[in-house]
């Protein structure tokens, strides 16, 4: 589950990534009296609550159009856009490659919302990381299962643009059960 906050009106805001399919909690379900990390649960898209002052988070609503498992996110520095990975292994029918998407901030009906911009293979399977550069138009997007990690531009309006970089890591992990490639 992917969290990050933003600002673009008075109040301030945190954004919950969650998995949309079976395997994950709603974070609806925990602040409505239901049990979190219930694993036969799970998400409905992206979460987005108001943050109180005393901590307490106020849930506004669920961007449900944000595809499947849009697990981590991150908020471009300026606040305007939120980019999210989607944590799977096939994306529009091309097998071993998930995705990652782009919003633009804005409202609908006076509350926060995200609009959807467009959305680019991730080029490696199961990506799980997605942050901004905080000074110059890109993003980098790390894929688990893939064992790579992407760097992509950002266009002037937001959408993510083409692959400036590429790069595939060797190795393998401590358990050699599940870590047979770099991850």
Not at 7 to 13: A, I, N, Q, T
Not at 118 to 144: E, L, R
């Amino acid at each position: 589950m992917g969290i990050t906050c933003a600002r673009p009106l008075e109040k301030e805001h945190v954004l919950v990534g969650t998995y949309t399919e079976p395997g994950s909690a709603d974070p609806f379900e925990a602040t409505m009296g239901g049990i979190p990390h219930d694993r036969s649960q799970r998400g409905g898209g992206i979460y987005i609550f108001e943050l109180e002052p005393t901590g307490t988070l106020i849930p506004v609503r669920c961007v449900r159009n944000v595809g499947v498992n849009p697990a981590y996110l991150c908020l471009d520095p300026f606040g305007l856009y939120v980019y999210a990975v989607n944590e799977s292994d096939n994306f529009k029918g091309m097998e071993g490659t998930g995705s990652v998407r782009a919003f633009r901030v804005g409202k609908t009906q006076g509350q926060l919302d995200l609009l959807p911009l467009n959305s680019k293979a991730s080029m490696g399977a199961s990506p799980c990381h997605v942050v901004c550069h905080p000074c110059h138009p890109y993003i980098f997007v790390t894929n688990y299962t893939g064992g790579n990690m992407v760097v992509y531009h950002i266009r002037a309006n937001g959408a993510i643009g083409e692959v400036s970089c590429m790069h595939r890591f060797d190795g393998k992990g401590p358990d050699a059960s599940r870590q047979q490639s770099s991850h």
